[in-house]
């Protein structure tokens, strides 16, 4: 066992990080809540140039195939630095869907994701009623039973069961806008029908655990993007002639942020190994990934306003650009009440052995 | 990155498992901080050091198995497990032997090693003073320093008080500092120092903890010599020796993630036995468990990076709030699981441990560095706040 990241990918991380820098993706974000997508986009082909949106699309079908510890190192880089735009749907959760189409319906837009011409999104009530940033999507999908939970029949293929699980591409309703003026959340309608039956029901769960691991490792790269982000603040804002973060109630505020950062982090490379293993326990892993770290990247939001103080409540601070996306993106994938639920009923299961130990356990 | 088991490290975590569960008593022994339970976690302790498993971690001359860190990390889940009793040398294992290894002379390791593995000598800490506490570095007892006569070698007469002394109610000897230079104030010029808990001029009172036992104790020092052979590192140099020592205690030696993992265990048990229907006492169970789980793998992390050759420093303060808050959440769930019962409930009855196993965790989160004291030590040297 050797719980690390590997040199390459330490490196695979910097790069993005380096990347992210050089591109002001801060300016970018604020773009893309005045509905400008350019800059947001740009980045996105950028960020495909450098392998990201490859890392989830299997090598036979053009992609990179690559280990979800990865695609958790990207997400948390894309959420260090608040990168606009649906990542969880299309870097992670929409090639699931598409790698289990065949060919001929999916290899275009496969190829399309893997270049960077095309960026995806997703809707998939209950937990993603909406598809995020539809408007800036070259491909929306629905996926989940033919039966809308609302009880409202989608368009379930002729003669089928009405509760088969099914991917649809589909049709963008009307946009909302979100708490966080940088996400903007579409209603969809069915469209054609891509997918109906077991296989599909394989691979919408395959999606919506490689979306919420995604989400997670987002969760934890934002925590961390508002840590630095205040850490920085409280070391020159100066008040009663001292930087305010020489004040305890300051100091220990961080250090409790630090803290719930530090120990989410195993646990989302943990569940990208039992994702990548297809082991038992990979719902119990990837949903207590996500309780870590939207409770850290929460407190690290909350208390990134409270240092801040009043400049923090303002959009020319770039608290902003992270302090509503962290809550929107921990209440979709589930909420942390499903997922701990999650948790539980994989540990009391009868076959659960929570009492063996060892990596496995 | 990767969670394979690796072979030798699961060979041994049979091994220790067959062994342990053969040999952990049951019924558990008595409170180690009576004279009779102290005596038979004396006797426990040399059990466990003629099976070799007493400080697997240490290389073989001193008794140990040279196990890997990944070894010991098992053979800990696997004590945890099994229910071991408190390692009554724990002090002196965790916390003295890693600094005679880093900063000690052969003679010492010689001397002191082999009858700590074996619990022949039993060690108490002697940090804290009524004046220092968290400011550790406002230490005021002293060392003076006595030249050799014809009678007796040259070395130091310490006189002050220690307190919190854990241990050393039963115990037989101690090791802390002692302000050696009375010119100096804070960090320089303190002397890490052995002494003898039964030497002339040392007298013990025990306290009484919150459950009513004598778990720690005050020491009081009057005129006791100490020759040179038992101090540890350059007179002067103790604060450096001594910090070396707290990172063990903060970090991986004192809380072994095996600990809580087992702990989770028995609270999703408890739940499961209870049946209640509560969702919001579910969500703190899952929690406790996620917790466990993330402090084991967090050290599964630092393994590997201890292995590659990385150091432990600040870091160690991460763990240390961490794991003391889970450990007070873990108990607190269970007493609200078990309702108006916990507080009758004692040793020896089906969940009769919850009560001490609660009192005991809610020391954690103040004793080796108060929380607060972590916290700043992360914020200064983790996130580089201002001092």
């Given amino acids: 066992m050797r719980f690390a990241l590997s040199d390459e990918q330490r490196q695979f991380g910097a790069a993005l990080h380096e990347l992210l820098c050089d591109a002001d993706v801060p300016a970018a974000a604020r773009a893309w809540a005045t509905g400008d997508r350019g800059p947001g986009l740009a980045i996105w082909r950028q960020l495909a140039g450098a392998g990201v949106s490859g890392l989830a699309v299997p090598e036979t079908l053009g992609g990179l195939g690559a280990h979800p510890v990865e695609l958790v190192v990207a997400c948390e880089e894309l959420g260090h630095h608040p990168l606009p735009g649906p990542a969880a749907e299309s870097l992670a959760a929409v090639p699931q869907l598409l790698g289990s189409l065949p060919g001929d319906i999916a290899g275009g837009w496969l190829a399309g994701l893997v270049s960077g011409e095309l960026v995806a999104t997703l809707a998939a009530p209950p937990s993603l009623p909406f598809a995020l940033d539809a408007d800036a999507a070259g491909l929306v999908l629905l996926a989940g039973r033919a039966t809308a939970p609302t009880g409202e029949p989608l368009s379930a293929p002729a003669g ?12 963008p309703g009307d946009g909302h806008r979100s708490a966080d003026r940088a996400r903007h959340p579409f209603e969809v309608r069915p469209g054609p029908v891509l997918a109906s039956g077991s296989g599909a029901a394989d691979a919408v769960r395959l999606a919506m655990s490689y979306g919420t691991l995604a989400s997670a490792a987002l ?9 630095d982000l205040t850490v920085r603040h409280a070391r020159t804002r100066l008040q009663f002639g001292r930087p305010i973060g020489a004040f305890q109630a300051v100091k220990h505020a961080l250090a409790n942020v630090a803290i719930g950062l530090e120990f989410a982090r195993p646990l989302i490379y943990a569940a990208a190994i039992a994702l990548h293993d297809d082991a038992a326990t990979a719902a119990r892993d990837i949903s207590a990934a996500r309780v870590a770290s939207a409770d ?13 103080g009043g400049i923090g409540y303002t959009l020319e601070c770039d608290v902003s650009l992270w302090l509503a996306k962290v809550r929107a993106l921990s209440s979709a994938w589930g909420s942390q009440a499903e997922h701990r639920a999650t948790v539980l009923a994989a540990l009391t299961a009868p076959a659960a052995d929570h009492q063996r130990t060892g990596p496995w356990s | 990155v990767n969670l394979e088991p690796d072979q030798a490290v699961e060979a041994f975590r049979a091994e220790a ?12 022994l008595s409170s180690v901080n009576t004279a009779e339970g102290f005596a038979a976690h004396r006797q426990w302790e040399r059990t466990l050091a003629d099976a070799g498993l007493a400080v697997v971690s240490w290389p073989q001359r001193y008794g140990g198995r040279d196990a890997s860190l990944a070894q010991w990390l098992a053979f800990e889940e696997e004590y945890y497990r099994a229910g071991g009793p408190v390692r009554v040398g724990q002090n002196g294992l965790f916390l003295l032997a890693p600094t005679l290894f880093t900063h000690g002379t052969q003679e010492q390791r010689d001397r002191v090693l082999a009858p700590m593995a074996t619990a022949e000598q039993v060690w108490a800490q002697a940090w804290s003073e009524p004046g220092a506490g968290s400011d550790l570095a406002a230490i005021a007892s002293t060392a003076v ?29 101690a090791f802390g500092l002692f302000r050696s230079d009375p010119s100096t104030e804070r960090h320089r010029g303190l002397t890490y120092l052995m002494f003898d808990l039964r030497a002339p001029g040392v007298t013990v009172r025990p306290i009484a903890q919150l459950d009513g036992e004598p778990g ?20 002067g140099e103790g604060w450096r020796v001594a910090m070396s020592t707290t990172s063990h205690e903060r970090g991986l030696s004192l809380r072994s993630p095996g600990r809580f993992v087992a702990a989770a265990g028995r609270l999703i048990e408890l739940w499961q036995r209870a049946g209640l229907a509560d969702a919001a006492l579910g969500e703190r169970v899952a929690d406790a468990w996620i917790g466990a789980r993330a402090y084991q793998l967090h050290t599964f992390g630092t393994v590997a990076e201890l292995e590659a050759g990385g150091t432990l420093g600040a870091e160690s303060s991460l763990g240390k709030v961490f794991w003391s808050e889970l450990d007070v959440s873990i108990c607190e769930t269970a007493l609200d699981l078990l309702g108006p019962w916990w507080e009758v409930l004692g040793p020896g009855e089906p969940d009769g441990d919850w009560a001490g196993t609660y009192l005991f965790s809610l020391a954690g989160p103040i004793y080796a560095g108060t929380n607060e004291i972590q916290r700043s030590v992360i914020a200064e040297r983790l996130l580089g706040l201002p001092r």
């Fill in chain 1, 296 to 308: 850290a990247a929460r407190r690290a939001a909350r208390t990134a306003l409270q240092v801040h």
């Fill in chain 2, 145 to 173: 320093r006595v030249e050799g006569d014809g009678d007796r070698s040259a070395g130091w007469l310490l006189r002050g008080q220690k307190t919190w002394s854990s241990r050393a109610a039963f115990a037989d000897r």
């Fill in chain 2, 216 to 235: 720690f104790a005050e020491i009081f020092l009057d005129d006791v010599f100490v020759p040179d052979i038992d101090v540890i590192g350059e007179p």
């Fill in chain 1, 219 to 227: 969760l934890a790269g934002a925590g961390r993007g508002l840590l």
């Fill in chain 2, 17 to 28: 498992r067959a062994w342990l569960t053969a040999h952990v008593p049951d019924p558990p």
């Fill in chain 1, 160 to 171: 089928s069961d009405p509760d088969a699980a099914t991917i649809w591409q589909a049709l």
